[in-house]
């Protein structure tokens, strides 16, 4: 159980183009939902911080324009990259706290690996 | 505010060596959750192991094993006998129990085991 979809596993596009990534929590009800960032030999960068029903939560120096979160039902968390650029290549990976977890465990996807040429 | 700090970038040893990854972190919470993930070449997370605060107890899952302690604020991890397949990225992370709860993870260790 605990299961986080991520979607899709890669992805290349064009400069100047959106690239929206899915994560859906397939067995459990996600409240809040994390996008994290990681660059080529780097840790994993928290970016925002996904509710349900509200506005997500940008850490300092993620420009919320530029990297739109949709949190519209309790199992689906939307991050659209709009007018990609090289410099938004990167790998891509959401999170999400099962219930019976009790709230300190975390699941995660399998990541999202986009380029941007 | 929290942190995590992996002082090993990288770590080469050959199969069967033991090797014990360091992780040190700051938290002014007396409540939190320490994790580690590995990450394959894949990409993807791996869950290890969770700590909370409260247990000390050290703890071993086959070849692995974790040595927590809250007055030097490390959760050192070991591998014992390495293995080729234990070759990945490994991270150590915290949770601290306010609201947000968001995971802040260190810079990583990559481990390769050489044959």
């Known amino acids: 159980g605990a299961v986080v979809s991520q979607h899709p596993s890669w992805v290349i596009c064009k400069s100047g183009t959106s690239v929206k990534i899915e994560c859906r929590s397939l067995?459990?009800?996600?409240?809040?939902m994390f996008w994290y960032r990681q660059f080529p030999k780097q840790s994993l960068m928290l970016m925002a911080t996904s509710n349900e029903g509200s506005k997500a939560t940008y850490e300092q120096g993620v420009e919320k324009d530029k990297f739109l979160i949709n949190h519209a039902s309790l199992t689906l968390s939307t991050l659209t990259v709009t007018s990609a650029h090289p410099e938004d290549s990167s790998f891509y990976i959401c999170?999400?706290?099962?219930?019976?977890?009790?709230?300190?465990?975390?699941?995660f996807g399998s990541g999202t690996r986009l380029t941007v040429v | 505010a929290q942190k995590v700090t992996q002082a090993q970038t990288e770590i080469s040893v050959v199969e069967k060596e033991d090797v014990t990854l360091d992780c040190v972190y700051e938290?002014?919470?007396?409540?939190?959750?320490l994790f580690w993930y590995k990450q394959p070449p894949s990409g993807e997370l791996v869950f290890l192991i969770r700590r909370n605060s409260f247990d000390e107890q050290n703890e071993i899952s086959g070849r692995y094993s974790w040595n927590f302690q809250k007055s030097t604020s490390s959760f050192n991890f070991t591998i014992t006998a390495s293995q080729v397949v234990d070759s990945a990225v490994y991270f150590c992370?915290?949770?601290?129990?306010?609201?947000?709860?968001?995971?802040?993870f260190g810079s990583g260790t990559q481990l390769t085991v050489l044959p």
């Open positions: 999170s999400a706290r099962p219930p019976r977890a009790g709230g300190y465990g975390y699941t």
């Open positions: 938290t002014r919470d007396t409540t939190y959750y």
């Open positions: 067995d459990f009800q996600a409240t809040t």
């Open positions: 992370a915290l949770s601290e129990a306010g609201s947000a709860r968001q995971l802040t």
